[in-house]
């Protein structure tokens, strides 16, 4: 009887060590997938090879790894563009978003989680199901929206867009304030204290994670879109554009440089740069934030 039990333990310890392998294996291609066209952007934004007439090649070329590097490709795009002016615009519109939609997606999410009302669950429901639907499904009407009030191809039309629809994407800061426990919400009540209170003296400053994960991802939507950018901005006014819109027309527009590609490779890596800086600073709170909010979102 020993006996049987120690062998089915060494297969079933056998098996266990098999599926390890092969998950450790299918997370390291996985991961080579994934890094392949990250590490192709980075080798071409410093490629820096020359044909015979002695321009810098800036195509696709057959070979993956560069034979030379270089700064070059950083310096034309700052002079040759409007790549700064680009950055700035996005940078405007992405920091006056977060802050607004953060602040709209965390009142929200406390009021759906510690305030009780007659249509709480009916909205609840609601939200859940527009949850469902791309924004992009109601760009067409957002512009007309916009161009009716005459606010396309600005700056604040985007703002606006991204800011706007915030509240709707509460669910994972209500699930963090379903975790402070209403005790607390009730003697504070007790004494006195008002809602607007409660919510900026007592909810916010213990709750770290979520306002640093809504924050995140409130910055990141901004800088990364591309859809909503192009069409309310258009492509008539360069000077309006963000680093997504500028780099797209950059390939695809009127430009006929010889190392637009690799100009362009060079302006992805910039624009990954704040990004990436920023969840590497705030990974554990983010980390935090998104554990937490699940747990009972």
Not at 3 to 30: C, D, G, N, P, W
Not at 68 to 83: A, D, S, Y
Not at 125 to 138: D, E, T, V
Not at 203 to 226: E, Q, R
Request: glycine share 6%; aromatic share 16%; proline share 3%.
């Amino acid at each position: 009887m020993i006996q049987e039990k120690t062998v089915k333990y060494k297969s079933y310890k056998a098996s266990e060590r098999t599926a390890t392998i092969f998950s450790y294996l299918t997370l390291i291609i996985m991961a080579l997938i994934w890094l392949y066209p990250i590490l192709w952007i980075v080798l071409n934004a410093f490629r820096t090879e020359y044909n015979n007439q002695g321009d810098l090649i800036g195509v696709v070329v057959s070979h993956y790894f560069p034979k030379q590097l270089g700064l070059e490709n950083f310096v034309n795009l700052f002079t040759k563009t409007q790549f700064l002016t680009w950055f700035f615009n996005t940078l405007f519109v992405s920091s006056i978003s977060f802050v607004l939609a953060t602040m709209f997606s965390l009142s929200v999410a406390y009021v759906m989680s510690k305030l009780r009302f007659k249509l709480r669950k009916k909205i609840l429901n609601i939200a859940i199901i527009l949850g469902l639907f791309p924004g992009f499904m109601s760009m067409i009407a957002i512009y007309y929206i916009l161009k009716a009030l005459g606010l396309t191809q600005t700056l604040f039309a985007l703002i606006l867009v991204y800011s706007a629809g915030a509240g709707l994407g509460f669910y994972v800061a209500k699930g963090f304030f379903d975790i402070i426990p209403n005790s607390l919400i009730e003697s504070a009540r007790l004494d006195g204290a008002t809602n607007s209170k409660i919510f900026t003296q007592i909810v916010l400053p213990i709750s770290k994670p979520i306002i640093i994960y809504t924050a995140l991802l409130s910055f990141t939507g901004p800088w990364m879109d591309f859809i909503f950018a192009r069409v309310i901005l258009g492509e008539t006014n360069t000077r309006l554009h963000t680093v997504a819109v500028g780099l797209y027309y950059m390939i695809y527009g009127q430009r006929v440089d010889s190392n637009v590609f690799t100009m362009f490779a060079a302006g992805c890596l910039l624009v990954a740069v704040p990004i990436v800086s920023l969840f590497l600073m705030m990974q554990k709170y983010y980390i935090e934030g998104v554990t937490a909010g699940a747990v009972k979102g």
